[in-house]
């Protein structure tokens, strides 16, 4: 295995101090190995906010085996059908036709007709030149009242253009056509939880008077649809960009993106955008800041020099927090990321500048199968997020995934709260991180 | 039709088998692949992943590596992961886009070997069957390899197990159970494959005077300790309180006589009568069956979903291909003992009782696993 130097593993490739890492790729790509940590949501989790909606995937048997598992974990069965790929169907021209027919099959035999189905393709259809178009056309003839999306399942495709992930955020909204604005309402894009109601962006719109809409909320399909006719689209996550340009473009209607963001500068100017779009005068964030400083200051009198580590499935910005972090005195020691967004090169440099030793670390890396579970003992530490929980082997942490529905000076506030909250409490590690798709029900 | 289902799983697939057939060897595993199978097989078909370590990866496949057949990248990525972590042996599979690539395993496999000096196999898997063809062809790919040498045989009547993952057996005790009943019956162990046995256990595979194959995934590595040693085996899975004695019986007069035996599939499913049907791997299945007859005198027919020998099933019993067949089945039956992501269409005035399988249900029963071996069936039939 791997070879011991000076006491330690040898780790090269897998971690490097931060003063010597390259942006955003620190690493060279090679064999991957999946941590157990579950909590980020996948495509299926994703589809299945659409209220009123089932879920068909056309695959073959070792990719349908993910997604069926996910849709019966989070007692999702009912919303989720298949039609298996097999060698032939790849050869002898009949991949449209099983798809279709067995698509209408399975409409046919469901206790309810669904208001729309999502129909998901995957890398072996895009590359044996599937017509999607054709199969969609045919089954909107059968069907009409009900809504198809096209959806893919291709992670072969994904340094080719959109990610899965990116792609499912933007085909949730697929559905919504130009119409009549709902005038004084905003939608909240591409999100897979809801955003914290006391957060400076629901505040402002409350504040506005306009109404925020939200696919996380909503409870039906009316209220789903409801959403194409809103003025304005925001979005703060990096993967639900796309989501919101391609709505812009295809309805007319303003696209904010506005960041999720540890740097008190760009959440300020993030807010002023929001205040500039909704038609009222930016607030006076003072207190906001002073809250979000005062939990911070709080939460390191708690964790002290413990020292802090955290991962990419925490938040898309875990560059940005652990600029923050360090900036407040916290001792964080190590950032578990695999290749960086550009949007966080600001905050790479001032990580930099500030923890030139602070080790980023691969979690991919082949060698990472031998380094989970505090194997690599360096005492206690606080985590954020579930793979830093994993590999530091910590009973403290922070579980959450993509930001955790924590946005602006109230985000900071709240997330160094829960961070005080995970130094106080332990946690059964290996059960909690194993469950898939953090919030979604589960069976396990 | 056929390859479709509203509701029901699906089996884990080929490359999961592998990867759970050679997990507690020591060697590497690399599924040419983007990501999803690595992360399907460790979330849902592999119980181990988070406590025993285990070289399992993929070789993050992208779509310019696929299209321009760039080959080079997954030899050279596989060679410096080796060179790190020095594995017993490699094995390369594929998902479907190396299929549809037409990337040539075996030749991959023997460049690697050649750059490592690590013996490196190149297996058929494609992402579209079930993991009983990966592990059968990971298992024969291993024992071909490293048993080679004829070893003595003691007088002491010995065994291997053949056969043996999680995914067929979860982690409820069962091998543990069947190891316990071997010794019980007066046969010492060799191996067990390929759960709890090193691969130098595994090596003296051919001092066993008889194989136990107690998943059809272990048939062809039996067949080829056979060809190679003359050793002859019997497939079945000692469950139940009666058919565990016939299992050994069987066991003791093929150690004798050097004849292969199927106690699993010596009943007779044929007639109208309904009976208990009970869908799944044949040689598990075909055992239960046979458990459920002797101990209780309820007839039953084995319902198989997956890749089996004809010679693995008794007259009467019946491959189903697809959720219809499995519905209509049921619909027949006076009961059915199944995975309950089954239960769906099971017609709700049949019987149903629940047994979870790993290679169907995942994770998602594992709580509810249940160790049948060697003891009274759990069920009142």
Redesign the interface.
Known sequence: MLKRLNGQDDMTGAEIPIRDAAFPAPFVSGLEYNAPARGPWNIVHTGMLIPESHQVFACAQGCLRGVILTAAEMLEMGRMSWISVDRNDLFDGSLERNIVDGTAEIIRKLPKKPRALLLFISCVHLFAGCDFEFMLGELRAMFPDIDFIDCYMNPTMRKSGLTPDQLMRRQLYALFAPCPADPKTVNLIGNDRPTDGTSELAQLVKLAGWELRDITLCRNYEEYMRMAKSTLEITYLPTAKASGDALEKRLGRKHLYLPLSYDFDEIERNLASLADALGIAAPDWSEAKRNALRALDRAKEIVGDTPVEIDYTATPRHIGLAALLAEHGFHVTRVYTDAMIEEERPAFERLRALAPDLLLTATVHAKMRFAGKGVHERGDVLAIGQKAAYFSGTKHFVNIVSGGGMYGFDGIARLADRMVEAATHEQDTETVIQYKGLGCRSCL | ?K?????I????????GVCSMLYELGGMV?VH????????Y????EPR??RQ????????????D?VLGNDEKLIA??T??AR???PRFIAICG???P???GTDFPAIAAEIEARTGIPCFGLHT?????YLTGASEALEAVVSHFCTDSLLRTEKPTANIIGATPLDFSISGATDSIRAWLAKAGFELVSCMAVGSSLDDIRRASSAHVNLVVSSCGLATAELLRQRFGTPWVAGVPVGERFPAVLAEALSDAAESGKCALPCAERDATGSAKRIVIPGESIFSGSLARAVELDTGVPCRVLCPLEAEDRLLAPGDQRIFDEDAAAAAFAGASGVIADP?YA?VCPPDVPFRRLPHEAF?????RKESLNLIDRPLPWRL
């Open positions: 039709m390859q479709t289902a509203r509701i799983s699906i089996h884990a697939a080929d490359t999961s690399v692949d983007a990501s999803g199978c690595n992360s399907t460790s979330t849902h078909d992943w988070y370590d285990s070289m399992i990866y993929i070789s993050a496949l992208t779509e310019a696929a990525d596989v410096s992961a790190d972590l020095s998902a479907p886009v299929l549809l690539a494609s992402g579209m069957h079930s992501m769906p249900s995942g994770r998602c029963y």
